[in-house]
């Protein structure tokens, strides 16, 4: 009872184990399943998904496989349910020839995790193979001469399963005079010796015939058989000798076909027939059988087939020698493979990103890569290492392992995809390579903002513009790619004489092309500063904006204007109006004698308004004259009586555009020699001037009121002048006389009208009147109002401040001259 208890014990101690061994495997990304040869393809293996705690949504999402190492794929991995399963029938025996437990090996790969996980999977014998003999027929002579308890060495049946489905005993039947010896080898091989029991007699019987049966363990056991025909021959003393027990040689895997490896050698002392020796295999496997050829005359091996250290690396053969007699002795060859550098390192991409983002970060996986050589030593040895300058690295994985790595950042704009290419060699001498390309593609991120092609625009536009004339296209790119590189166009805020910029212009979203959405005037708006936006379609949007100044070219819109004279009414329209106004000249004017100025202005700007005057119509040509550029008007001649009183001019003012625009400017001049011819034809001018059907007698009679107020008050200035004279006259009897004059003024400043002398400033009166006293003197204020024109309506008269006892500053002394009146009109 106890010891049953403990044997309970230690199954669960074992079980614990056993399932401690199964978590700790798991845990490091190591599974181990087993499962019998000879399933048929689809047949389970394990759970891999469950045991590696894998969700098949997310299993299908990152693409899991697994891969074998080697060049057959034995497993995979089911879609559905995330199992291990077989890809193909598995043999055992072609698979593990020789080995006791068979290990296939292979990984899960998952490759959006750029993850591995080892799988072992043992491959458990069954009994499908029954032993066999080479030789199903032997034929072995014995000298009736043989003592009993003679042992004749037998060739051994192989049976390729292994365990106890392996050959497990032999049996011979068939005769007394023989038996059977079964004895280990040195590998644990059973080797069957077929013993002489009992003395034989040729004339009693010259053969006799055995069965030699070999049984392996399995259930049901499955059994192989050789017949042995044992021929009785007279005497043979001698058996045949090796010249060595052991023969052993090394040649190198790459050995051509044909090549003589060594030669067996045995010698036999008997004479005739009996002395003759042959060679034949007693022992060899059946891949040894293919490789080598044995010349059984001369004992000579040799090349039959190509080795291969990577398949086997070494051979035992075991040799006989036998004489006519059938008397025989055995030697064992050792055959050692040696690796040669014949084989490439092999690079197997396990897992591959075919895209990776340009915002990844360093380190970031792009790759697993499994890199082995089948030499061994130095040849087997693998270096691995990326061609050219490349944003990535190798580093050590696990193993024979590699992972591909990012080592900086990445910048699509630069480049935007890269062929990698990994190369491996090994140290044999000299080195083979190989080396496997990855194609990888750089994915774009909104890392750039929109670039205009230029610092700033500009852009000259004609005013008057169509209403959507295309003004300028502004142009911006953007190093990202697709959506990300969409660049469109807006306007920034501004206002503009009060109004919205968007009132006056607009920016085509797709192709940045400015547009004018009203005619432009040059007079209102010179220029206009705006801000264009150029914006992606990244998330986040990444913009940039660019300064554009568009300037409004001037163009000949806009007639001059005529400020002097003040306008009448307009005669015309198109290319100007008509002005007019009366001017005065005296008939003793000299020469160049200002009569009046025409004063114009032009709205445009530049050569448009640079204005040019001349005189387009005069009552008496040559009379008078117009300053091209300054537009005064200056007598040409001296008048003559004959040149009537009231004379006509008309100005014509030009700029010089193209077409050149004008207005025109018509003066009435009044020539007269006194006050009174003056006002006369004034009157005239007046009636004349009335509108046809209006009866100009209302405008005489307040001509006639003017003229009378204008005699009184000129009667009473003359009254006030002759008593301040007459009380200077006796304030200059009380003090030295001094001299003085009318200093500073020119005689042609001074007309005289009646016997009176006056000074005339530019559009003003100033009236200077003597006495007898050179040192009184009379200053009027100059007027704002123009001397030189008659308005319709005579002006409020305006005090003048009479000269005191002293002189102010700023007076003018007045000559002892004929007192004057002078009018003159100054530019």
């Known amino acids: 009872m106890c010891a049953a208890g403990r044997r309970w014990g230690r199954r669960q101690r074992a079980l614990l184990w056993a399932i401690l061994l199964a978590a700790w495997e798991a845990a490091w990304g190591q599974l181990r399943y087993s499962v019998p040869e000879e399933m048929p393809k689809g047949s389970f293996v394990g759970d891999v998904a469950k045991d590696l705690g894998l969700q098949l949504p997310e299993k299908r999402d990152n693409a899991a496989r697994v891969v074998s190492k080697g060049r057959t794929q034995y497993f995979s991995l089911h879609e559905k349910t995330g199992h291990l399963v077989t890809a193909q029938r598995i043999d055992r025996e072609q698979l593990c020839e020789r080995v006791q437990q068979c290990v296939l090996r292979c990984e899960l790969i998952v490759e959006g995790e750029m993850k591995f996980y080892e799988i072992e999977v043992e491959i458990t014998d069954i009994n499908d193979n029954a032993p066999t003999f080479r030789e199903v027929q032997k034929e072995l002579r014995v000298s009736e001469m043989t003592a009993p308890g003679a042992r004749f060495p037998l060739r051994e049946a192989q ?179 040696t690796d040669v550098n014949d084989n490439a390192p092999e690079i197997s991409v396990r897992s591959a990103l075919t895209e990776i983002s340009e915002d990844s970060v360093p380190g970031t996986v792009v790759a697993l890569l499994y890199v082995q050589d089948l030499d061994s030593g130095a040849n087997g040895e693998v270096r691995c290492s990326l061609e050219g300058d490349v944003p990535f690295r190798l580093q050590s994985s696990h193993g024979s ?179 007019s106004g009366v001017e005065l000249a005296p008939r003793w004017s000299e020469p160049g004698a200002l009569v009046a100025k025409v004063v114009a202005v032009d709205a445009d700007a530049g050569q448009n308004a640079w204005l040019s005057y001349e005189l387009a119509k005069a009552t008496e040509p040559g009379l008078f004259r117009v300053g091209l550029h300054s537009g005064e008007v200056r007598t040409a001649r001296s008048p003559l009586a004959r040149d009537a009183a009231r004379q006509s001019l008309v100005v014509v003012v030009k700029d010089h555009g193209r077409p050149a625009l004008s207005a025109t400017a018509t003066l009435s001049v009044v020539l007269a020699e ?112 123009c001397c030189d024109t008659l308005p319709a309506r005579p002006l409020p008269d305006e005090p003048a401040p009479l000269l005191g006892d002293e002189d102010p500053a700023g007076a003018i002394p007045v000559d002892h001259t004929t007192p004057s009146v002078k009018k003159e009109r100054l530019s």
């Open 401 to 579: 392992y590699y992972s591909v790595v990012t080592a900086r950042e990445l910048d699509r704009e630069q480049v935007s995809e890269y062929n990698v290419t990994v190369r491996a060699a090994d140290g044999g001498s000299p080195a083979l390579q190989s080396s496997a390309v990855l194609r990888l593609r750089v994915l774009d991120v909104n890392d750039n903002a929109p670039v205009f092609a230029e610092e700033r625009y500009s852009a000259r536009v004609a005013e008057n513009n169509a209403a959507g004339a295309l003004v300028l296209t502004v142009r911006a790119t953007d190093a990202d790619w697709g959506q990300n590189a969409r660049v469109r166009y807006r306007l920034g805020e501004g206002r503009v004489r009060g109004a919205p910029l968007s009132s006056y212009v607009s920016v085509q979203a797709e192709t940045g092309a400015l547009y004018a959405l009203r005619s432009l005037d040059y007079e209102q708006v010179r220029e206009l500063r705006l801000w264009v936006l150029a914006e992606d379609g990244g998330a986040p949007a990444l913009s940039s904006n660019v300064s554009v100044l568009v300037q409004i070219v001037d163009e000949n819109d806009n007639a001059p204007q005529v400020l002097y004279p003040a306008p009448a009414a307009a005669l015309g329209s198109g290319s100007g109006g008509a002005w």
């Open 159 to 337: 049976d390729t399963d292994s365990g106890r489905n392996s050959l497990q005993r032999y049996e011979l039947s068939g005769d007394e005079h023989f038996s059977l010896a079964v004895q280990a080898g040195p590998g644990g091989d059973q080797r069957p010796e077929l013993v002489l029991a009992k003395a034989l007699d040729r004339e009693e019987a010259a053969f006799h015939e055995l069965v030699l049966r070999a049984s392996d363990g399995g259930d049901p056991a499955r059994t192989g058989t050789a017949r042995i025909r044992v021929t009785v021959v007279d005497a043979n003393d001698n058996a045949p000798v090796f010249s060595q027990a052991e023969y052993t040689v090394r040649v190198p895997e790459d050995v051509p076909v044909g090549s003589t490896l060594v030669t067996v050698t045995a010698t036999d002392a008997d004479e005739g027939v009996n002395g003759e020796v042959k060679y034949s295999f007693h022992k060899i496997s059946d891949r040894a059988s293919e490789l080598f050829n044995l010349n059984t005359e001369s004992g000579k091996i040799t090349v039959k087939y190509g080795l291969d250290f990577e398949e086997i690396s070494s051979h035992e053969l075991e040799m006989q020698a036998h004489d006519g007699g059938e008397l025989f002795d055995t030697a064992k060859v050792t055959v050692i493979v």
């Open 674 to 785: 006194s006050v009174a011819e003056l006002l006369a034809e004034l009157g005239s001018a007046a009636d004349e001037a009335a509108a046809p059907g209006e009866p100009g007698g209302s405008l005489t009679r307040w001509l006639v009121l003017a003229v009378a107020a204008v005699s009184c008050l000129f009667l009473a200035f003359l009254l006030l002048l002759l008593a301040l004279r007459l009380r200077r006259w006796h304030r200059q009897q009380l003090l030295p006389p001094a001299s003085g004059a009318l200093r500073g003024v020119p005689v042609s400043h001074f007309a005289g009208i009646d016997g009176v002398r006056a000074f005339l400033q530019s559009y003003s009166h100033d009236v200077s009147l003597t006495a007898d006293s050179r040192k009184s003197q009379l200053r009027f204020s100059a007027s704002a109002s």
